[in-house]
């Protein structure tokens, strides 16, 4: 079954480290890759998206994320996180039959 | 900016009740789609609408649940018979056809009593 794997449950940082979030999907066609973020108490919004052209693909509010085929991977990155991004962050992928997986999240805590 | 619009924000119910969730996806999007949250657990997939009929659901989409888009703005999703373990934020969202990122309304948050 297509499913998307996000290996980091709760992720807890200081401010100003840097942020790598894992995230892998299983399809082996071509798919449209997202990461939302779900703030306390809020909807999901969108942090950035990949559907071709250069893998390495920036978002708002600092983000990154790096698609790498070979190894199904779709990676969030933040060089310096701050106590604003303290939130819940959600891989996405989209295949060609149009079904939108989303990952199980990712919880992040900021330290101040 | 065009955005998906749900109501109510907040519904408290009887348990066995039956409860409708309103939501007005962005009127050129095809796609719709309801996700639900319990508190403090992930996001959940429910069903997804297509040209008017369902194109997907999960499990948790039994026959306690439909989805219906009456008149080509709206797009409910109604519970017939409440139960307590309904209690969550559902959320609706929709996109275009082809490549796109869902747009996420703000979420209706289900209390069942």
């Known amino acids: 079954a297509q499913s998307v794997s996000q290996h980091n449950h709760h992720v807890i940082l200081s401010e100003a480290a840097s942020l790598e979030l894992g995230c892998n999907y299983s399809y082996g066609g071509t798919v449209n890759l997202f990461w939302y973020v779900q703030y306390p108490g809020q909807h999901l919004q969108l942090l950035l998206k990949?559907?071709?052209?250069?893998?390495l693909v920036k978002g708002i509010k600092g983000f990154e994320a790096e698609f790498i085929k070979s190894k199904f991977s779709f990676n969030l990155r933040k060089p310096s996180v701050q106590w604003s991004d303290t939130a819940e962050y959600f891989c996405a992928a989209l295949n060609t039959g149009n079904q939108f997986y989303f990952g199980t999240g990712t919880s992040l805590t900021v330290i101040p | 900016e065009p955005e998906v619009t749900q109501t109510p924000s907040h519904q408290v119910t009887q348990m066995g009740q039956e409860v409708i969730l309103r939501c007005v996806p962005i009127?050129?999007?095809?796609?719709f789609y309801w996700y639900r949250q319990i508190l403090g657990q992930k996001v959940e997939f429910l069903v997804s609408f297509y040209n008017n009929e369902i194109s997907e659901k999960s499990e948790i989409f039994d026959d306690q649940f439909s989805v219906e888009r009456p008149d080509g703005s709206n797009f409910t999703l109604k519970i017939r018979s409440t139960k307590l373990e309904d209690s969550a934020m559902y959320f609706c969202?929709?996109?275009?056809?082809?490549?796109?990122?869902?747009?996420f309304g703000e979420g209706s948050r289900l209390t069942v009593l």
């Open positions: 990949y559907f071709s052209g250069d893998p």
């Open positions: 009127s050129n999007h095809l796609y």
């Open positions: 969202a929709s996109r275009t056809g082809g490549p796109g990122e869902l747009f």
